[in-house]
């Protein structure tokens, strides 16, 4: 696996260019550039590759959605070297009108963990009120929470850190949680 994914914590940008999509950065803990990603507006389906770097020549981690958008999409995480299935996440749908929740899934589907949001009444605020108020999501396994994604307010740039410095045993493969850090930028930034 690239040492890229080998951090414990990790600083995602979405920087928004309003008609021709979105770039992602995504940092290390020194503050460098570990992964880059463009995504083109308005795709019925989503699939966000990440590269090393801003030339896009090396592909890292590929996120496919299964559907066309479906309010409980599946996203399927893959290896781009292998071929191989890294696992998935599933936006819980209706339950995500209220308080946003994702299941992490394994290989073969199995559910393994939820991220969701930490506080039912801020996220309540978020929906009806404003969407000033960052989101905080963590992640647990087997009802540990072994990650944590912190939204930093900021108008033009939507930033989450990662955490995954609760996981000492790694039950969280780093590619999975770097996916869902994504996936929180890209799909749940849109209901803001």
């Known amino acids: 696996m690239n040492n890229a994914f080998k951090h414990e914590s990790y600083l995602v940008r979405k920087k928004i260019l309003t008609l021709a999509g979105a770039k992602f950065h995504i ?11 463009k995504l ?17 020549q090396n592909e ?8 066309i ?18 696992g998935a996440l599933r936006r819980k749908g209706l339950k995500s009108i209220l308080k946003d929740e994702w299941v992490i899934l394994d290989v073969n589907d199995n559910e393994i963990g939820l991220i969701k949001e930490d506080n ?9 009120l404003t969407n000033l108020i960052p989101q905080t999501y963590l992640g647990e396994i087997s009802g540990r929470q072994i990650c944590k994604f912190k ?14 410095s609760e996981d000492k045993q790694h039950q969280l493969d780093r590619r999975l949680g770097i996916a869902a850090a994504v996936l929180l930028c890209a799909i749940e930034g849109k209901q803001s």
Request: hydrophobic share 45%; aromatic share 14%; net charge negative.
């Open 27 to 37: 940092y290390d803990p020194q503050g460098e550039l570990v992964f880059f990603s």
């Open 40 to 56: 083109k507006a308005f795709k019925l389906k989503e699939n966000i590759r990440l590269f090393t770097d801003e030339t896009m």
């Open 60 to 67: 890292l981690l590929n996120i496919q959605a299964r559907n």
């Open 69 to 86: 958008i479906d309010i409980a999409a599946t996203y399927d995480v893959i290896d781009p070297e292998s071929g191989d299935k890294v």
């Open 120 to 128: 039912v009444f801020l996220a309540l605020l978020r929906r009806f």
């Open 151 to 164: 939204q930093n307010f900021n108008p033009f740039v939507t930033k989450i850190t990662l955490d995954f």
